[in-house]
């Protein structure tokens, strides 16, 4: 549904680009569905001919993903001033903690950033006061040393206070699907939340 010039990807390096031509994109705030105009960060809405028409056999998971003439993609973007689109998370992903979303891969870029993390993935768990924290799982890299208080205060430096994690476990490896991607609802699954 989007695309990036080739002439562009240099200058606009990890952007998803605009809409293909017949294709017209929104953007919806994900909690009151608002269509939201100019910069903007939501829920990637999609309509146009090359969109699909639903799921086969399953009427409840069509009307659940094309509703009011759009696709919900469950993308959460950002939109810059010049239209170009940057997937930032999956809206299922987000945790929602003291009342602020918190996007799971931006925290885990700032946890990447530090020289002893060769692999994260961050999930929302349940707390009592906070609604949801976030629970970072690392692989260490081999060789350097690290531990959670030193990871939590590179995080400190780098995110606003509520999204800094609440924990960091170590671990051995993540789950991961056939393209590498850690696979969150496996982990919200094994830690329980």
Avoid at 11 to 20: L, T
Avoid at 75 to 100: F, N
């Amino acid at each position: 549904m989007l695309c990036l010039p080739a002439e562009l990807a240099f200058e606009r390096a990890g952007s998803a680009g605009v809409p293909y031509p017949h294709v017209t994109c929104a953007i919806a705030d994900p909690v009151t569905g608002e269509v939201l105009d100019g910069e903007a960060t939501g829920e990637l809405l999609v309509r146009g001919p090359s969109v699909f028409a639903g799921y086969l056999g399953n009427p409840d998971a069509t009307a659940q993903s094309l509703r009011g003439g759009w696709l919900h993609t469950g993308d959460l973007v950002r939109r810059d001033a010049e239209g170009y689109h940057w997937v930032l998370d999956r809206i299922d992903d987000l945790y929602i903690t003291s009342g602020e979303n918190v996007s799971p891969v931006e925290v885990e870029q700032a946890l990447l950033a530090h020289p002893g993390v060769a692999r994260v993935a961050v999930v929302g768990v349940p707390d009592e006061r906070r609604g949801e924290v976030g629970l970072a799982l690392v692989v260490r890299r081999p060789g350097v040393a690290v531990d959670e208080v030193a990871l939590l205060e590179h995080c400190r430096e780098r995110l606003a206070r509520f999204k800094v994690p609440a924990e960091v476990r170590f671990v051995a490896e993540l789950p991961h699907g056939s393209l590498d991607k850690v696979r969150r609802a496996t982990l919200r699954e094994r830690v329980g939340s």
